[in-house]
């Protein structure tokens, strides 16, 4: 690949100087443009972006001193070389601690300007190389964060290599872990480390909006197309356009639209509900799942062409009791965080408590261990988080399938019943009752939770 032309910028008040070095630098192979004092020189900053800049101390209006002054963070990109035919060590030194890279006396000979520059350019590339390899060591020392998760564990020092990998390309992602367990926060991460991060990032539950509205949703409606549509609506791909669609609980999503979805995937393009002609759209999609999708499609309730389409980079995060080597660091990260909205001043947890946040089998993952400590810290008296802080319920240590009566025999459905109710059961109490927050504790819509409280016969 050719490699991009350098800019350079020359600012001086002789005409001569300008000329003779324009016409020497044009042909090394620079891109030269040239300014007759410090005022124009800020004005051509303003307009392009130089790698470097070749400046004259002494000129009328504004110097040479003046103008890195001015320039300030402006010159951050640029490195910047100062010409004198008044050299002293004193300018000198004032220009570097004014930013500037070098210094040089006039007269001089065409081969020393050369030669400066490519010096400059040798600690250019030098710099870049240093970022890169500290880059480098941080990935393969196993950095502790990925957007806003942390981990040290061997299972999400895995989730977050890969998830750096997959981020430099435009593949569809599949998510899969249990509810809590931060799917949307790797999404995040991915756009974030993307090339398509100044774009955005459209996060949808699948599983939260109705049926009848979900095709219109993602792929718009045009006026008319039902009762109701008495205007023309761009869809959710459509809003993501340039950027990611994050589809979460995509395992959710009706059976009658997934041919359409596949399409899209497929294609490229969205038609809206009522519509006779497709939209290109250049969207991202990233999708999230806590369902089994294989036992789904067995079951006849997922196709198998989708699965495929959207599994190409399957990503699984690990559920909380099987990386408990992560708890104190995600205790510190979310103290530290909380401390900042709570306004609290919460310095550690007492090595009894954290005894029991270790046992604990956390079935609601990483969401139950945030709201724990932020209940805790809420009932706190003290800078230190006590055993006496958290409730955390009878379920701390045992293994949650304990809890399930198999007396009934073998039946998933009896047995998914009993779990529902348990866990709905819980979040209510963890809430005190908020139906709301438990919805979202159990990343469920509120009228789904109210109508399965209803079916279990909760209050």
């Not at 006849?300 to 995060?317: A, C, K, Q, T």
Request: charged letters at 25%; hydrophobic letters at 40%; a neutral charge.
């Amino acid at each position: 690949m050719k490699e991009k032309q350098k800019k350079i910028l020359i600012v001086d008040d002789e005409e001569n100087m300008r000329h003779m070095l324009q016409t020497m630098l044009k042909r090394y192979g620079y891109a030269v443009s040239t300014a007759s004092d410090g005022a124009r020189g800020l004005a051509e900053i303003d307009r392009n972006s130089f790698d470097f800049i070749l400046c004259d101390v002494k000129m009328p209006q504004m110097n040479g001193m003046e103008f890195l002054k001015a320039a300030g963070d402006r010159l951050l990109s640029s490195t910047v070389i100062m010409m004198s035919a008044y050299g002293s060590i004193d300018i000198a030194i004032e220009a570097m601690k004014l930013g500037a890279y070098d210094f040089i006396s006039k007269p001089f000979k065409n081969e020393e300007i050369r030669l400066t520059i490519k010096k400059a350019e040798e600690r250019e590339r030098l710099k870049r190389e240093n970022l890169e390899l500290k880059k480098r060591i941080r990935r393969i020392g196993g950095d502790l964060t990925f957007g806003n998760m942390v981990g040290k564990s061997t299972a999400m020092q895995g989730v977050f290599s890969m998830a750096l990998k997959v981020a430099r390309f435009d593949s569809t992602v599949l998510i899969t872990g249990e509810s809590g367990t931060g799917k949307e926060l790797v999404a995040q991460g991915i756009h974030r480390q993307s090339e398509r991060q100044s774009s955005p990032m459209v996060p949808v539950n699948c599983a939260s909006i109705p049926e009848s509205l979900i095709e219109s949703e993602l792929f718009g409606h045009v006026k008319g197309a039902f009762t109701g549509a008495d205007k023309d609506k761009k869809g959710l791909f459509e809003i993501a356009e340039g950027g990611t669609l994050f589809l979460d609980e995509i395992g959710d999503i009706p059976v009658s639209l997934q041919p359409k979805l596949l399409r899209v995937l497929q294609e490229s393009e969205v038609r809206p509900v009522g519509g006779n002609k497709s939209t290109t759209v250049n969207v991202r999609v990233i999708a999230a799942t806590s369902k089994d999708l294989e036992s789904e499609i067995a079951n006849g309730n997922f196709r198998e062409d989708l699965f495929y389409r959207l599994n190409v980079v399957p990503i699984e995060l690990p559920p909380l009791r099987n990386r408990v080597d992560d708890i104190p660091l995600l205790c510190r990260f979310f103290i530290t965080r909380l401390n900042d909205s709570l306004g609290s001043g919460i310095k550690n947890i007492s090595a009894a408590a954290m005894a029991i946040l270790m046992k604990h089998n956390w079935p609601g993952n990483v969401r139950e261990l945030e709201n724990a400590i932020e209940r805790a810290m809420v009932l706190a008296d003290s800078a230190t988080l006590e055993p006496h802080n958290f409730s955390l319920g009878s379920s701390g240590s045992e293994d949650p399938d304990s809890q399930v009566d198999y007396d009934e025999g073998f039946s998933l459905k009896v047995a998914r019943a009993k779990l529902e109710d348990r866990l709905i059961r819980k979040a209510l109490a963890a809430t005190d009752g908020n139906r709301t927050h438990a919805a979202n504790m159990l990343e469920i819509s509120h009228p789904s939770l109210l109508s399965k409280m209803k079916l279990y016969g909760i209050e």
